[in-house]
């Protein structure tokens, strides 16, 4: 594991590099976010009060701090994916730092915006 | 102690421009010898990646040149000391060496109409010189070691320190070297020997050579019996960058540059009105140091220096045709050449003298061959014209893979035996690594590039040779009482150096004894209380021998086919 | 203009690695190749590194300045500051001191074939071979490459991989391919474009910023990556 310990040190690296090391976090952030969301959506084998139980944790006020997180690791990953697509067909290479700041000003905005619709749906 | 013996039928010394060259020529003519390529750092950090300017080469006969005129050039240039039967061989050689690094990918400049582009050159009568931009010895190192990759028959031994060659019966029969990786002492057998060590230059404290350029192979076998050619014509390139010594090349002046001195004046034109700051280096350099101790040079930090001015070229052309130039003056002298005057000052940067050979790259020593900077055909004489080296090294590397592999046919190796492995591991690791002394080996390095700087120069005079002979001698005394203080094995670089500064001072030994008893001026070696060229008494060669006393000096006479000397004047 | 300055060394003598300061004047213009010289020459002479041409061209001294690969010669020692923490560069193993195993990069540079493949080339006698300026242009910049080791050194695939062939062997691949004179592209495609070629390169781009050449490295990868592409689509349909 020596060479992942690379993704988090930050000191002397270029925007494109950051970048890089946050859309590897912010995947394995999905991933464990996906495997929790599909236990417990799969709790309904056990039956309806297990699922409800199940869910319930998660729409309390105290989560939503975590699935503000989880907008952010979401949007960031699809915004800075889109940027890694472009540029590995060799699109946007002269630009690239640019890209890298507006993907992630991009993928803020959206956060700020759904975290401000979230609490405004949730606590009414 | 492992004492591992490997055999190659073949075994290069040195992996710049010739050592290269003449491994793939030896393995284009043979699929079945065995060859090994052994240096002392990975091939492309050779010092041949330094050369810029270009390689000269007949290449438009229809558009007005010819063999004979690159022929002229060449032996008027060496103030006639030249064998011009190997010169006339040479020129002709170096065409198809153009067109081979073509067809193996050679980023040659091009004209307009995708031709091989061609510049003028210093003393070329002709804009004969082949360039790649203004690295030209980068692309074509790159490209000879990209196209030995290809030859299953040639090994590499990247990182191996050559401390001796082995000799029986006037026979080459082997190397020893210390592999750096793990210090081990690895001996090599071999049925001929090709040493492509190139020069060294490091003699000087200002000059344009890497650091790894101190004359191994000419010291290994000068001690070994060769003898050692025409040792005291050291080139001193005009244009070297201060402080560093760093190369501005020839094609400064080729594309147009100027050379200005305190006053302003292109000064040029009182020392050679012809040619200006095209005549050959030796004309350029001492007219420059003329002007800079007769008080004209341009004051700065580091002392006088003469201008470079390549203002008026402007910004394109010099992107285009010198981006190496902006780029070196800028990291290391931090001036913008598009803007201001390069301040540069002569600069050590050719050995013309080195092992004594005949055009086929033969020394006296039966499967012993030399090509390249270390070897002395001698094409060059007593000054080498700009873009000839390159152009040497390409031909005669061919040449000497290719008489090397003739040569092997039929031959056995011939055994180094115990007693000389265990002879020489004593001698490099007990002996020298391991003894006590006070003398720290870079204290005399040091001493010995400001002797040589100071009177092997470029003005020499017999009373202030004789004191430098003295003095090298009195650092090869201390020599003996170095130590080494780093005694471990695993690439131990200060062993290394070690050795290396004795080597030259071997060297700088042969070079005074030589310049000292030149009493004429000949091309570079230019010798105030001599001035003149004396013909009479001093066209011919310098042939130096190792005695443990110091060198003896022989002479052997200069071929002469078509061209006697004349008046060289610019 | 002189300052004391500190060098910080990572030092490894075999077994044991450790640091090592070193403290010296140092004047203005002084490079840190010039310091490690000095070091060597003046204070212990044990220290072990590569140098050879001092002006960029030969690639031997890359090294890391305060955590970023730099050649030791182009280097400025004012312009970094007053301490300098130098080590050996990364992804390859260190032999001693500064000096690092540099066999692997080249044996990875070498399986990419980089050189120029063509058929009908008489050895004998050669004929020259016709390229417009703007031809050379198409891969000349990419041609610079001095083997010096940095953009290998902060490639995190390179990191994580040891078989993967890293920056500066794909460069090569690719200049080869761009050459107009070139007749084995597909040859070198299917060699680039498996599991250890440009499909790991996830364009970090570090190496296009550490490169002291300015080569791109980065963009070189991706050009072949949409050559590989092209290449592979075009077979399915033959």
Not at chain 1, 21 to 27: A, K, M, Q, V
Not at chain 2, 115 to 121: M, S, V
Not at chain 2, 203 to 214: D, I, N, P
Request: charged share 25%; with cysteine; hydrophobic share 40%.
């Amino acid at each position: 594991m020596e060479g992942i310990s690379g993704w988090f040190s930050l000191r002397g690296k270029s925007v494109n590099s950051i970048a890089y090391s946050f859309h590897r976090l912010t995947g394995l952030v999905l991933l464990l976010y996906l495997i929790i969301h599909l236990s417990f959506l799969t709790s309904l084998r056990i039956g309806e009060e297990a699922y409800t139980a199940f869910i319930s944790t998660t729409v309390r006020p105290e989560t939503l701090p975590l699935d503000s997180l989880l907008f952010l690791a979401t949007f960031y990953h699809a915004f800075n994916g889109l940027r890694v697509v472009l540029n590995e067909f060799g699109l946007v290479y002269e630009l690239r730092k640019a890209l890298a700041y507006i993907m992630a000003l991009l993928a803020l905005a959206f956060w700020v915006y759904s975290t401000y619709v979230m609490y405004v749906f949730v606590m009414g | 102690m492992i004492m591992e013996v490997i055999k190659h039928d073949i075994v290069i010394i040195g992996a710049g421009l010739a050592g290269l060259r003449a491994a793939i020529a030896s393995a284009e003519k043979s699929r079945d010898v065995s060859i090994a390529i052994i240096a002392k750092t990975y091939p492309i950090r050779c010092h041949s990646v330094c050369a810029e300017g270009g390689t000269a080469a007949v290449l438009r006969e229809d558009e007005g040149d010819n063999f004979d005129l690159h022929a002229w050039d060449t032996i008027k240039g060496s103030d006639f000391l030249a064998d011009q039967d190997a010169v006339e061989f040479f020129v002709r050689e170096i065409p198809k060496e153009i067109l081979r690094l073509d067809n193996w990918g050679c980023p040659w400049s091009r004209r307009e109409d995708g031709k091989i582009a061609q510049r003028a050159f210093g003393g070329m009568s002709f804009n004969r010189t082949v360039f790649a931009a203004d690295r030209t010895g980068f692309h074509e190192v790159h490209t000879l070691y990209e196209r030995c990759l290809m030859y299953p028959n040639i090994t590499r031994y990247d990182e191996y320190f050559v401390t001796n060659i082995f000799i029986e019966d006037n026979s080459i029969k082997g190397i020893s070297a210390i592999n750096l990786r793990n210090g081990e002492m690895t001996f090599f057998n071999a049925k001929a020997v090709i040493l492509a060590t190139g020069g060294a230059g490091r003699l000087y404290g200002f000059t344009t050579y890497s650091h790894q350029v101190t004359g191994d192979g000419l010291a290994i076998a000068y001690r070994a019996g060769v003898a050692l050619k025409d040792m005291e014509f050291v080139q001193f390139h005009p244009t070297g960058l201060i402080p560093s010594g760093i190369l501005m090349t020839e094609a400064c002046r080729s594309e147009g540059g100027y050379l200005r001195n305190r006053d302003g004046e292109r000064f040029m034109k009182r020392y050679a009105p012809e040619k200006m700051e095209l005549a050959p280096r030796d004309v350029v350099s001492r007219a420059m140091w003329t002007e800079i101790i007769e008080g004209r040079g341009i004051d700065g930090p580091y002392g006088s220096y003469i201008a470079l001015d390549l203002t008026h070229l402007g910004e394109e052309k010099i992107n285009e045709r010198l981006p190496l130039i902006r780029e070196a003056a800028r990291k290391f002298s931090g001036i913008d050449p598009v803007d201001e005057p390069i301040p540069v000052k002569p600069v050590a940067h050719y050995t013309m003298g080195g092992l004594h050979t005949n055009m086929f790259t033969e020394t006296t020593v039966k499967g012993l061959y030399a090509a390249g900077e270390v070897s002395a055909v001698s094409i060059h004489g007593a000054n080498r014209l700009g873009s000839n080296s390159t152009a040497e090294c390409l031909v005669f590397g061919r040449v000497a893979g290719e008489k090397a592999v003739e040569y092997v046919q039929g031959k056995s190796f011939a055994e180094i035996t115990k007693e000389e492995r265990l002879a020489e591991e004593k001698r490099v690791f007990d002996e020298f690594l391991g003894r006590s002394g006070d003398e720290n080996p870079y204290e005399i390095k040091k001493a010995l590039n400001e002797v040589m700087d100071r009177y092997f120069w470029i003005f020499r005079n017999g009373d202030e040779m004789k004191e430098g002979i003295k003095r090298i001698q009195e650092l090869k005394r201390k020599y003996e009482n170095i130590e080494i203080s780093d005694k471990s094995r695993g690439f131990n670089t200060q062993l290394i150096h070690a050795m290396e500064i004795g080597f030259m001072l071997d060297l700088a030994e042969v070079v005074a004894f030589g310049a000292y008893a030149r009493e004429e001026s000949r091309g570079a070696h230019y010798r105030l209380d001599y001035p003149k060229r004396d013909d009479e008494r001093w066209l011919k060669h310098t042939l130096a021998h190792f005695t443990p006393k110091g060198p003896k000096l022989d002479y052997i006479p200069v071929t002469i086919t078509k061209w006697q000397p004349v008046e060289r004047k610019y | 203009m002189e300052r004391e300055v500190l060098f910080r060394i990572r030092r490894f003598d075999g077994e044991h690695a450790y640091w090592q300061d070193f403290q010296f004047k140092a004047r203005k213009g002084m490079t840190v190749l010039e310091g490690l010289y000095h070091i060597k020459e003046s204070i212990d002479g044990s220290l072990s590194f590569r140098a050879s041409c001092r002006m960029g061209v030969c690639g031997s001294c890359a090294v890391k300045v305060n955590g970023r690969p730099r050649l030791a010669c182009e280097t400025q020692i004012f312009d970094i500051g007053d301490t300098l923490e130098i080590e050996p560069l990364d992804n390859m193993s260190v032999l001693r001191d500064l000096v690092v195993d540099m066999d692997g990069f080249f044996r990875k540079h070498e399986a990419v074939k980089p050189y120029l493949i063509r058929g009908g080339d008489n050895y004998g006698n050669p004929k020259e071979l016709m390229q417009t300026p703007k031809e050379l242009h198409a891969y000349y910049d990419f041609s610079l490459c001095i083997k010096c080791g940095a953009c290998y050194s902060v490639c995190p695939a390179s990191a994580t991989r040891s078989d993967y062939l890293g920056p500066a062997a794909m460069t090569a691949a690719y200049r080869f391919c761009a050459d107009s004179r070139d007749e084995g592209k597909d040859e070198r495609l299917r060699l680039v474009s498996g599991s250890e070629g440009v499909w790991r390169c996830h364009f970090n781009a570090e190496c296009s910023e550490v490169c002291p050449k300015n080569i791109e490295p980065a963009k070189a990868v991706q050009k072949m990556k949409l050559m590989s592409a092209i290449r592979i689509i075009k077979s399915i349909f033959r």
